[in-house]
Nanobody
Framework: QVRVVESGGGLVQAGGSLRLSCTAS????????MGWFRQAPGKERQAISC????????NYADSVKGRFTISRDNAKNTVYLQMNSLKPEDTAMYYC?????????????????WGQGTQVTVSS
């Protein structure tokens, strides 16, 4: 079983930056695609960025392209989401999720292991 834990959320002013981190216990993240998702109140959870197990392939939602960067450090068993130029509409609960080994589909339905989320609030 993979237990995923997010950290790094908080309150930031528009235009500011945050870096979210995602670590795992119970299993290494090696070979697992990872994804960051967010859910605002009253809205569906959406994928914002995914990274393959090797780190060679990444995907971004149009709404965050050019502002957010996903990366991973397999030696530290950690995945990051660097968020720059934050906007009030980025306010949401952010979730990290892990996929089964050696697959890569950037869709929330393909991620069986989820963290509890970390809140990001961007003030105007």
């Amino acid at each position: 079983q993979v237990r995923v834990v997010e950290s790094g959320g908080g309150l930031v002013q528009a235009g500011g930056s945050l870096r979210l981190s995602c670590t795992a216990s119970g299993s290494t993240l090696h070979g697992r695609a990872m994804g960051w998702f967010r859910q605002a109140p009253g809205k569906e959870r959406q994928a914002i960025s995914c990274i393959s197990g090797s780190g060679d392939t990444t995907n971004y939602a149009d709404s965050v392209k050019g502002r957010f960067t996903i990366s991973r450090d397999n030696a530290k068993n950690t995945v990051y989401l660097q968020m720059n130029s934050l906007k009030p509409e980025d306010t949401a609960m952010y979730y990290c999720a892990a996929q089964r080994r050696y697959s890569y589909v950037c869709s929330k339905n393909e991620f069986p292991y989820w963290g509890q989320g970390t809140q990001v609030t961007v003030s105007s």
